[in-house]
């Protein structure tokens, strides 16, 4: 009896999508299944993709929008229904698919009377947007309405600080998470010795469930590959000061190397785009104004790790694609 128990508990896992349904373009529904599971992993499992769909998959929004010559956010605007707030926050309800890392710019410039959409925005080619049909404004005489707005991908909710009000650009609370909702139930069968896990996933459109489960997924497996590779020698544990030096590779040593090197390269004239980064590093390092190596040796670890989204991995695939493509042994 008990062998027959082991042996179901070590079947292959398998899941199926059992019901899949888009409510609206900004609402997608679906149902997954995953068994067989020993008892006790199905709550193991649910909480912890419960936690990745919601906090650790990125999504783009709208994050800044500047008008002209507007004195505060609840300003009313001759010929336009909406107030400066009211159109802030139908900015914000505006649902965006991309594959960009940073910042982009868009803009909206049309002219009344008409009803002001989604349609109207002009964006950068590596942006899409899921419903077409979100009001912004009504224009409801012939003037003329132009917008500059900010498009970011990020993760989470994040509140901008109000700043630059001067110029008319003005700060959007944005809701990165893609997935709106999630719900995890669990069946016993089996004498109550298997399980069965049932996952409910909500999302706003620009991720389906099933492309939501499958990215949250990844970054599961990724926030636990440290763990299969790191060495306890990686580690550099100093008594007095009860402290972890994080193994950063020394960079910046290495690029002094870099430039004594018998080749002599000349860093100020090789860009990070002949580089072929990762487009994450390249972002991140360009927005941080990193465009030539020369600029890249003249940062510290400490300089790198302050950059926006660039963490340590990153600075060891940085290290890899420099050794590959300059083919310099650090």
Not at 166 to 187: A, E, L, Q, T, W
Request: hydrophobic share 35%; glycine share 4%; proline share 5%.
């Amino acid at each position: 009896m008990v062998l027959e128990k082991i042996q179901v508990s070590h079947q292959p896992w398998q899941w199926k999508c059992v019901e899949s349904r888009t409510d609206s373009k900004r609402l997608s529904y679906g149902r997954f299944i995953l068994s067989p599971l020993i008892k006790g992993q199905a709550d193991t499992i649910g909480i912890a993709m419960r936690r990745a769909l919601l906090g650790e998959l990125e999504g783009t929004c709208i994050t800044r929008a500047k008008f002209e010559k507007i004195p505060h956010e609840y300003s009313t605007i001759i010929g336009i229904q909406e107030s400066v707030q009211e159109i802030l926050m139908n900015l914000k309800d505006i649902v965006l698919r991309s594959n960009l890392y940073g910042t982009c710019d868009a803009s909206i410039c049309v002219r009344g009377p008409r009803c002001v959409t989604a349609k109207d925005i002009i964006l950068p080619p590596s942006v899409e947007i899921i419903d077409n049909t979100q009001p912004i404004a009504r224009l409801t005489e012939p003037i003329d309405l132009c917008i500059g707005l900010q498009i970011e991908r990020n993760r989470g909710y994040c509140i901008k600080t109000p700043t630059n009000f001067k110029d008319g650009s003005y700060p959007i609370n944005p809701v990165f998470m893609p997935v709106r909702n999630v719900n995890h139930s669990i069946h016993s069968y089996g004498n109550e010795n298997e399980e069965i896990l049932f996952m409910e996933i909500w999302t706003n459109g620009s991720l389906t469930p099933r492309e939501a489960l499958f990215e949250a997924s990844r970054n599961l497996i990724d926030l636990f590959l440290p763990f299969l590779y790191a060495e306890e020698k990686n580690l550099d544990f100093e008594e007095n000061q009860h402290k972890v030096t994080l193994p950063l590779f020394n960079f910046h040593q290495k690029l002094i190397k870099l430039k004594a090197s018998k080749k002599r390269i000349r860093l100020k004239s090789i860009f990070i785009d002949q580089l072929e980064f990762s487009p994450r590093i390249y972002n991140c390092l360009k927005k941080a104004n990193i465009h030539t190596l020369l600029d890249l040796s003249n940062k510290s670890e400490e300089d790198l790790m302050r950059i926006e989204h660039l963490c340590i991995e990153d600075v060891n695939e940085t290290l890899t694609t420099l050794e590959k493509y300059l083919a310099i042994s650090f």
